[in-house]
């Protein structure tokens, strides 16, 4: 998975959860609209002043120019060897899940496996659903953006819609299926 054009920008602020204003380039630029890949809350990571980075898009019909996808966390506020990159951009994890499960996930399935993204399972749809030979999984994925003092953690908020997913999976789990949650760590750190 990758990002075709990425640029640095400073975050100014976030009017609603789908759109930021940023500054590329000198501080006297113009403020630029942009959309934020991760309608949640991210208020430790998108702070006035930080570097997020911005990924051109190829439509030009949107009303905006640039995703937000990555903020860079200040080395001053953590207890790593830098500055902490993370990526916020909530369908990556589903992507680079896809990639790994199709790649056979390490040995958790074969490469032969079928795999097929949004999968209903009685009243919730779960991001994979997989056969393998007689084997029928699936896969719930989460990123994973929060970070405090050096340990991950998840969730970064309640949520009643993620309780439903468990208690959907222990559902399956009853009837036959095996079941996995996923957790995708959306983290560098940057060692200086």
Not at 39 to 60: F, H, I, M, Q, W
Not at 76 to 101: C, K, T, Y
Not at 116 to 124: A, C, I, M
Not at 129 to 139: L, N, W
Request: glycine content about 8%; hydrophobic content about 40%; proline content about 5%.
């Amino acid at each position: 998975m990758k990002y075709r054009k990425v640029i640095p920008a400073a975050f100014i602020s976030r009017p609603n959860r789908f759109m930021a204003k940023v500054r590329i380039g000198s501080a006297d630029a113009p403020l630029e609209t942009v959309h934020v890949k991760n309608t949640g809350r991210c208020k430790e990571l998108l702070v006035p002043g930080c570097r997020v980075y911005l990924a051109e898009s190829d439509n030009t019909a949107r009303k905006t120019k640039y995703d937000l996808v990555a903020v860079e966390k200040n080395a001053a506020q953590l207890a790593g060897p830098g500055p902490l990159l993370i990526n916020m951009d909530s369908q990556a994890p589903n992507d680079a899940a896809e990639e790994w499960l199709n790649a056979g996930g390490d040995g958790l399935f074969s490469e032969s496996a079928i795999v097929r993204r949004e999968v209903t399972f009685g009243s919730s749809r779960f991001d994979f659903y997989i056969e393998d030979g007689e084997r029928k999984a699936f896969v719930e994925v989460k990123g994973v953006t929060l970070e405090q003092d050096g340990v991950v953690l998840f969730p970064d908020a309640p949520t009643e819609r993620g309780v439903k997913h468990l208690h959907e999976l222990c559902r399956a789990v009853d009837d036959g299926y095996e079941c996995y949650l996923l957790l995708v760590i959306q983290m560098l750190w940057f060692v200086q």
